[in-house]
């Protein structure tokens, strides 16, 4: 089996770093990879069970020929559905489904109708760039996993709820997935709910707070790795215990409070306002550009190789992010016996008495 590998920073990303780096003061970008001595963790191999049930969601997901919607919105798969539709994509849903087949699908199909509904894609940087003038979300390094850090900073709140705070997330949870590198499929969240001097935090209401928590469970399964949350107070406390009924038991395991995060992310990619050693300081207008053309460039270039690799429904994300040499098309076609046309005569001789062979034979290779 290959060795575990993280995508690599273009050579522009590089000089960005070293740049910053060099540069006196803080760190004002993001960081492009993981530390070296990363290592994701090795996904199981399916079992024959497993297989067989995977085989045969993908077999419908290539059937669908239209997304339902009562908005509007039903028509057949884009281009861009198509690519989301990975192979770990269906492998997330079947585990969020315990391996039902029947509720992997039809939860697959909702996942397609809410993000048309909800114009997951038709979400803009312009738009988002208010809620994040603060800071109060920033992606920001790896942890010992290769998970890419998501950083929650209620302290740094500086709109009042509207439906644009939950479009905040699922555009950042969206970046978030474009920086994962290779072999990794879910995130490290950490939140930090130190008030800040100059607005302390109002926790969301239980309405906004549930339907966050729906789209998180229902249409980003298996994405969330490990919560590390510190800095709780009383009222957030609270707040918590009244939401944890509508949390997953399988979320509620990944919930860490007040542990030391040193043990999950390297200390130097490691905020210090998280106890780390790494000197980061937001702004906004060096931060945001940055971010947005490094997730589009990651982006960019797993399109290119999905078109490359054939646009297929189900291809690999290994194969995307560049760690297999080989998509899901060339796979089968090497699995697949080239036929071969034999004339009959060929390596007969005179004294063959098989005079009712074929025209032709069918040869296997």
């Not at 978030?176 to 879910?186: K, S």
Request: proline share 7%; glycine share 6%; hydrophobic share 35%.
């Amino acid at each position: 089996m290959a060795t575990a590998a993280v995508q690599q920073p273009s050579t522009a990303e590089a000089g960005s770093a070293a740049a910053q780096e060099k540069a006196a003061g803080p760190l004002l970008l993001p960081l492009a990879a993981p530390t070296p001595d990363t290592h994701p963790k090795e996904r199981p191999a399916l079992t024959a069970e497993q297989q067989e049930k995977y085989d045969w969601l993908l077999s419908q997901a290539k059937s669908w020929t239209e997304v339902p919607s009562t908005k509007g919105k039903a028509g057949p798969l884009t281009d861009s559905e198509k690519f989301w539709l990975t192979r770990e994509c269906l492998l997330r849903y079947l585990h969020a489904t315990k391996w039902h087949q029947k509720d992997s699908e039809k939860r697959l199909l909702e996942t397609l109708t809410w993000r048309r509904e909800y114009g997951v894609e038709n979400l803009t940087a312009e738009h988002i760039s208010p809620e994040n003038e603060t800071g109060k979300q920033i992606t920001l390094g790896y942890d010992k996993d290769g998970r890419p850090c998501h950083y929650l900073n209620p302290g740094r709140q500086n709109t009042n709820p509207s439906p644009r705070q939950v479009e905040h997330l699922v555009f950042m949870l969206e970046r978030v997935i474009d920086l994962m590198p290779a072999q990794v499929e879910t995130l490290s969240l950490l939140i930090n709910f130190k008030q800040s001097k100059s607005r302390s935090y109002t926790a969301p209401g239980i309405g906004m707070a549930r339907e966050v928590l729906h789209i998180l469970q229902c249409h980003y399964p298996e994405r969330l790795g490990r919560a590390l949350i510190i800095n709780v107070p009383w009222i957030v406390n609270g707040f918590l215990k009244l939401i944890t009924p509508f949390i997953d038991p399988m979320t509620r395991e990944k919930l860490k409070f007040n542990d030391d995060m040193r043990q999950f992310v390297p200390t130097e990619q490691l905020w210090i306002e998280f106890h780390g050693t790494l000197e980061f300081e937001y702004d906004h207008s060096v931060y945001w550009p940055a971010f947005i053309k490094l997730c589009e460039e990651r982006r960019e270039t797993r399109l290119q190789r999905w078109i490359s690799g054939g646009q297929q429904i189900g291809e690999m994300e290994d194969y995307l992010t560049g760690h297999a040499q080989t998509g899901v098309a060339a796979a089968a076609a090497a699995k697949t016996p080239e036929v071969v046309i034999v004339p009959a005569s060929a390596g007969k001789t005179e004294d063959s008495k098989d005079e009712a062979a074929p025209a032709a034979a069918i040869v296997a290779t």
